[in-house]
Every structure is written in structure tokens, then in C-alpha cells.
């Protein structure tokens, strides 16, 4: 079993900068990819951004230049650093994972999921 925590979320002014952390535990394996997805109120899940053990990394259109994605492997640890922030990005921020090492954008390309943390940015 798995259990992905997530952190950093909070509330934030429109071109302020917040850094979300994810933590994985459990059982793990050397071969893995984690991703964040988000969630506004009435909206579907949407990818954010991804990255393997290796360093390969994938985002969105909507956040390219303006997020980035880290891992920290010996923290079995994953970043997301979200600058110039905008009140459309405000949403539940959720971290996912899977170990095949797959980096999509698709919700059923990760197997394990956090609780989501909330990001609010005012206007």
C-alpha cells in the first residue's frame, strides 16, 4: 500500500508564488512517476504536471513557464513550484502516482492519489 500527503497549499494573492510538496510512504518502488492533478469547484480534474524517477518532466499547456516539477528521490518527495500565480488556478491540488513509469495526463494512468490540498488565489 501506498499513501501520498500532500502540502503547501494556502491562500495567496494573484502573481504570488506557492510550492506544494508531495510525500509517498509505503511500500515503493525504484520505477515510478508522480504527477499533480487539480480540481475547481464544478470543473473535472485536470493535469498539471508530471515526472519520472528520471527526471522526465510533462505539463500542461496551461502552466508551462509559470510551474515547475521536482523530485526529490532519496525523500521519495515530488515538488510542484507554482509562480505568477492566477485566480484561475486556484483549485484542490492532488498528487498521484504510479510505478510504470508512466508520465500522461490521463487521471487512470496513476494508481495511488493524495487528499488534495486547496490553493486559493485572489484577485
Known amino acids: 500500500q501506498v499513501q501520498l500527503v500532500e502540502s503547501g497549499g494556502g491562500l495567496v494573492q494573484a502573481g504570488d508564488s506557492l510550492r506544494l510538496s508531495c510525500t509517498a510512504s509505503?511500500?515503493?518502488?525504484?520505477?515510478?512517476?508522480m504527477g499533480w492533478f487539480r480540481q475547481a469547484p464544478g470543473k473535472e480534474r485536470e493535469f498539471v504536471a508530471a515526472?519520472?524517477?528520471?527526471?522526465?518532466?510533462y505539463y500542461a499547456d496551461s502552466v508551462k513557464g509559470r510551474f515547475t516539477i521536482s523530485g526529490d528521490n532519496a525523500k521519495n518527495t515530488v515538488y510542484l513550484q507554482m509562480n505568477s500565480l492566477k485566480p484561475e488556478d486556484t483549485a484542490v491540488y492532488y498528487c498521484a502516482a504510479n510505478f510504470r513509469g508512466v508520465i500522461g495526463p490521463r487521471r487512470n494512468d496513476y494508481d495511488y492519489w493524495g487528499q488534495g490540498t486547496q490553493v486559493t488565489v485572489s484577485s
Open positions: 509505503g511500500r515503493f518502488f525504484s520505477s515510478y512517476a
Open positions: 515526472i519520472r524517477r528520471s527526471g522526465n518532466t
